[in-house]
């Protein structure tokens, strides 16, 4: 009988080729999961509360300025005085947007944006064009 000789390959390098799959694909999870994280895209039942206060839903003012100078809250033409009075019974905490046309007079702009100031409105935006 002859004996075998049995040749072994040495073992000189690792296949990482399956650890970089399992290392992709593991990324892949962790960036979806992420980005619905920051979204808010996972819907979730929140649990109700019998003591919680609802609170009010404030609808947003809108102040126009156009291009002749007239200012409008709502859809309501006053002057500067009775923006300020108008202004003064809303709260500080409702959102008021600024719409001011692009060929209004800046002073326009500015007295309205000093009332804002003066009246310390927290929730102002500024509309404009893309």
Same mark, same amino acid.
């Given at each position: 009988? %002859?004996?075998?000789?049995?040749?072994? &390959?040495?073992?000189?390098?690792?296949?990482?080729?399956?650890?970089?799959?399992?290392?992709?694909?593991?990324?892949?999870?962790?960036?979806?999961? %992420?980005? !619905?994280?920051?979204? #808010?895209?996972?819907?979730?039942? +929140?649990?109700? %509360?019998?003591?919680?206060?609802?609170?009010?839903?404030?609808?947003?003012?809108?102040?126009? *300025?156009?291009?002749? #100078?007239?200012?409008? =809250?709502?859809?309501?033409?006053?002057? =500067? &005085?009775?923006?300020?009075?108008? +202004?003064?019974?809303?709260? &500080?905490?409702?959102? *008021?947007? =600024?719409?001011?046309?692009?060929?209004? &007079?800046?002073?326009? !702009?500015?007295?309205?944006?000093?009332? =804002?100031?003066?009246?310390?409105?927290?929730? +102002?935006?500024?509309?404009?064009?893309?």
């Amino acid at each position: 009988m %002859a004996k075998c000789k049995k040749h072994y &390959k040495k073992f000189d390098e690792i296949n990482v080729i399956p650890f970089i799959d399992i290392m992709l694909v593991l990324l892949v999870m962790v960036l979806t999961t %992420a980005t !619905f994280i920051k979204q #808010g895209i996972i819907p979730i039942d +929140l649990p109700e %509360a019998k003591s919680s206060k609802k609170s009010d839903d404030l609808k947003e003012t809108t102040i126009y *300025v156009n291009s002749k #100078g007239e200012i409008f =809250l709502e859809k309501e033409k006053m002057d =500067l &005085k009775t923006l300020e009075e108008r +202004l003064s019974q809303i709260s &500080k905490t409702q959102t *008021v947007v =600024l719409r001011s046309d692009k060929e209004s &007079k800046f002073q326009d !702009f500015v007295s309205v944006m000093d009332i =804002l100031k003066r009246l310390e409105h927290e929730q +102002l935006y500024i509309v404009t064009k893309e």
